[in-house]
C-alpha cells in the first residue's frame, strides 16, 4: 500500500499512523474511531487496495480468509479432513509487549505442540516468533536477555521435538536477523536436539544479505550432519515486512537499506538463494515459500528431482496448489495456518493487506494486467 503513497504527503503519513497504531489498538469501538479518523486522508485508490477492504469487509471476514481456526483443537480437525497438505500452525499473539504476554504466548505454543503431536506427529509442525516468547527481543537488549530468551526456545524446542513435530523460527525484522541467526546455531549445535530432524529456520529473499545468510545456515547444517545429527530445515520467503524497514532505515538516516528496493531484485535473490539451498540438500531440507507462480516455477525446474517442499498461507494460492499438484503430484505442500482468537489477528492481517495491496506484488500486476483495477473485488490467487 505505500509504494502507491507519496511519503511526504499527508495521506502517506496517514496510512503509515493508520499501520502502526491500528494493531495496538485493543478494542473494536476505538479501531472504528481509528479508521474513522484517518481514512478521509487516504486517497480513494489506496482506500481501494488495502484500507478499504479492513473496514468494509470487516474482520470477521478477513479472519475467514486469513485465519485457519480460533482454536488448536479445530484446526487439528480440520486438518485431518485436508489430508493432502501439512500444516504449520502460527498461534497468533506476536509481539509480546509484556512478560505476561509472552508467557501466556509459550503456554499456547505448549498446548499446540502436545496437541499436535498426539494427533499426527509427523505431519505437522508449527511456526514460533522469537518476539512472541521474549517482551524484550530486540538488539539493545540482547546482551542482557540472550539467556532468558534461549531457555525459552530450548524448552519449547525440546517439547516440539518430543511431540515428534517440526518447528520453525519465523522471520522477522532485519535488525532482528543476527540475534536470530545466533540463537539458531546454539540450538542447531544442542546436543539433545540432535536426533530431530524438524528443526528449522525462515529466512528472507529482500535481504541484501540473504546469500551470506543462506551460507551461513549451510555451514551450520554441514557441522551438524557431520556430528551425526539430523539435517536442518530452510524454508526460503521474500519477507513481509518490507514497508516497515524501508521507513525505519529513512528515520535512522541509514547509507543503505538493508532490503532490496527494487522487487526485481528480491526474485532475483530468491531464486540464487534456492539455487545454494539446493545445492545442500545432503544436509538441509529447503522449504519454498511463495505464491508467485513463476518464482515457484523457476524453483521446480531448478529442483529437479531434489528434496524439498512447498508451502503457501492460509487464505493464499489454494489454486496454485490445486496446478502444482497436477504437475507434480509426489510434492509436499505445507500450509502455514494461522491460529487465534479475532482480538489477536490484527496485525497479522495488516501484513497480509499490505502484500496483497502494494503495486510490485505479482497479484496486483496481474489484476492490472487483466484490467482489473476494480479492487478489492479481487481474490488474493487472482492467478491460481
Ligand atoms: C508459508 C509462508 C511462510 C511465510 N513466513 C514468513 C516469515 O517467516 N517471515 C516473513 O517475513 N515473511 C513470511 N512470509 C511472507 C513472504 O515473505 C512474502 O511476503 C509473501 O509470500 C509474498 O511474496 P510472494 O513471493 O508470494 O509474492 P510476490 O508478489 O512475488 O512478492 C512480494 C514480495 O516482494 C518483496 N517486494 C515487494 N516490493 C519490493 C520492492 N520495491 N523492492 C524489493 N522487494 C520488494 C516483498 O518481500 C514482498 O512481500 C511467508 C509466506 C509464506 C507463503
Redesign the pocket.
Known amino acids: 500500500m505505500f509504494?502507491l503513497l507519496p511519503p511526504d504527503q499527508p495521506e502517506g503519513e496517514a496510512a503509515f499512523h493508520l499501520a502502526e497504531a491500528l494493531p495496538r489498538t485493543p478494542d473494536r469501538g476505538n479501531r472504528a474511531a481509528l479508521l474513522q479518523d484517518k481514512v478521509p486522508f487516504l486517497r480513494q485508490r489506496t482506500l481501494a487496495l488495502a484500507v478499504a477492504p479492513l473496514a468494509r469487509l470487516g474482520i470477521d471476514v478477513l479472519a475467514g480468509q486469513f485465519v485457519y481456526a480460533q482454536r488448536i483443537e479445530d484446526a487439528l480437525s480440520r486438518a485431518s479432513r485436508e489430508k493432502q497438505s501439512c500444516f504449520?500452525f502460527d498461534m497468533l499473539g506476536e509481539g509480546a509487549r509484556t512478560a505476561e504476554d509472552a508467557k501466556r504466548n509459550l503456554a499456547k505454543y505448549a498446548v499446540a505442540v502436545a496437541a499436535a503431536g498426539r494427533i499426527s506427529p509427523q505431519r505437522h509442525g508449527v511456526?514460533i516468533?522469537l518476539s512472541s516468547i521474549h517482551e524484550r527481543y530486540d538488539a539493545p537488549s540482547f546482551p542482557r536477555i540472550r539467556g532468558q530468551l534461549f531457555e525459552r526456545l530450548l524448552g519449547l524446542s525440546r517439547a516440539v521435538a518430543a511431540s515428534g513435530i517440526g518447528l520453525?523460527i519465523?522471520?522477522?525484522e532485519s535488525e532482528r536477523l543476527a540475534l536470530q541467526l545466533e540463537l539458531f546455531a546454539e540450538l542447531s549445535a544442542h546436543p539433545e536436539l540432535s536426533g530431530w530432524a524438524g528443526l528449522g529456520i525462515?529466512v528472507?529473499?529482500?535481504n541484501t544479505g540473504i546469500l551470506r545468510t543462506v551460507e551461513r545456515l549451510a555451514a551450520m547444517a554441514r557441522l551438524r550432519v557431520a556430528c551425526g545429527a539430523a539435517p536442518l530445515c530452510v524454508?526460503l520467503?521474500?519477507?513481509?515486512?518490507?514497508d516497515a524497514e524501508v521507513k525505519r532505515a529513512q528515520e535512522l538516516g541509514l547509507e543503505h537499506y538493508p532490503?532490496?528496493?527494487?522487487?526485481r531484485?528480491?526474485?532475483l535473490a530468491?531464486l540464487a538463494a534456492a539455487r545454494l539451498l539446493l545445492d545442500e540438500t545432503d544436509t538441509l531440507f529447503p522449504q519454498f515459500?511463495?505464491?508467485?507462480p513463476?518464482?515457484l516455477g523457476c524453483v521446480l525446474a531448478l529442483a529437479g528431482t531434489r528434496r524439498m517442499e512447498c508451502?503457501?498461507?492460509h487464505g493464499?494460492?489454494e489454486s496454485l496448489q490445486r496446478s502444482l499438484r497436477r504437475l507434480a503430484p509426489a510434492l509436499v505442500m505445507?500450509?502455514?495456518a494461522p491460529i487465534g482468537p479475532r482480538r489477536d489477528l490484527l496485525a497479522y492481517l495488516l501484513?497480509r493487506l499490505l502484500?496483497n495491496g502494494?503495486n510490485?506484488?505479482?497479484?496486483?500486476q496481474a489484476a492490472c494486467a487483466a484490467d482489473l483495477e476494480s479492487l478489492p473485488g479481487v481474490k488474493p490467487d487472482v492467478l491460481g
Open positions: 509504494s504449520s511456526s516468533k520453525t519465523d522471520a522477522e525462515a528472507q529473499a529482500y524454508r520467503v521474500k519477507g513481509a515486512y518490507w532490503v532490496f528496493t527494487d522487487k531484485c528480491t526474485d530468491y515459500a511463495t505464491h508467485n513463476i518464482t508451502q503457501r498461507l493464499m494460492g505445507r500450509v502455514y501484513r502484500e502494494a510490485t506484488s505479482f497479484v496486483r
